[in-house]
């Protein structure tokens, strides 16, 4: 499933992401631009504009959309997954957060002058963007993303089990 995002959904775009979805985002992409990238690469609209949407309605039906109505990025996330039946679990930390390029794993050594010299030492598996080039490693901000999408996958469940 692959997605585009309108501009005030940037933490939203962020964190599909960091689940490894393909979502495309661009703060200063005007309205018809989203409609037109949604429509010609097959991509699901996430939005709040509700104007976007009614003026839009007929195009996106093609691939699709969401209206979504929390200004929260967390319920926006919630939302979106429940609405979509997302699976959140199996391929996290696989796309760029910043960039949605494909993380590869990289050997040890290939890292050794692009990291911290601490973090170099601490760490033997790395990964890093193959569009920007950035370098990942399991560390503790690594550790907080998987507790915090952890818990959002409880709530999810309860929620869903209280239904």
Not at 48 to 75: A, F, I, P
Request: a positive charge; aromatic letters at 10%.
């Amino acid at each position: 499933m692959r997605f585009i995002a309108d501009v005030m959904l940037g933490k939203l775009a962020r964190w599909l992401r960091i689940l490894g979805y393909d979502v495309l985002y661009d703060p200063k992409a005007e309205d018809e631009t989203l409609v037109a990238l949604a429509v010609n690469d097959g991509r699901i609209l996430l939005t709040k504009d509700r104007h976007l949407v009614e003026r839009w309605r007929k195009k996106l039906r093609q691939n699709g959309y969401l209206l979504l109505t929390s200004d929260d990025w967390r319920e926006q996330l919630k939302e979106t997954i429940a609405h979509f039946g997302l699976d959140i679990q199996n391929h996290r930390m696989t796309r760029c957060p910043d960039c949605n390029g494909l993380l590869e794993e990289v050997p040890k050594e290939s890292v050794r002058y692009k990291v911290p010299f601490f973090v170099f030492s601490a760490h033997n598996r790395f990964a890093h963007c193959n569009r920007c080039g950035k370098v990942y490693w399991a560390g503790s901000h690594y550790e907080r993303m998987n507790a915090a999408l952890d818990e959002l996958f409880r709530e999810l469940r309860n929620h869903s089990d209280n239904s």
